[in-house]
Nanobody, 116 residues
């Protein structure tokens, strides 16, 4: 069982920045992929970005050039640096990890609100 603890959400004005963190209860070497998803009211949950154990990254088109995902294998943590935030980025952001099992685990979610 993998537990994930997220932090870093909040309220920010358009154009501002936030950094989300997600700490895993196991070594990131046990994890194949770490990612961030988001879900806005009335919409389906969608992938924002993910990063593989080898460091390969994948981004949703609308966040490319604004968001950066990274992982710290010493701290067992994945980060999402979000810059130039837009009101349409408003959502609950969830951390997800996929182990080598494979099994998927989700964080509890953190609210990001971008005001115009």
């Amino acid at each position: 069982q993998v537990q994930l603890v997220e932090s870093g959400g909040g309220l920010v004005q358009a154009g501002g920045s936030l950094r989300l963190s997600c700490a895993a209860s196991v070594s990131t070497f046990s994890i194949r992929v770490m990612g961030w998803y988001r879900q806005a009211p009335g919409k389906q949950r969608e992938l924002v970005a993910d990063i593989s154990s080898g460091g390969s990254t994948n981004y949703k088109d609308s966040v490319k050039g604004r968001f950066t995902i990274s992982r710290d294998n010493v701290k067992n943590t994945v980060y999402l640096e979000m810059n130039m935030l837009k009101p349409e980025d408003t959502a609950v952001y969830y951390c997800k990890v996929r182990t080598w099992g494979p099994s998927d685990y989700w964080g509890q979610g953190t609210q990001v609100t971008v005001s115009s």
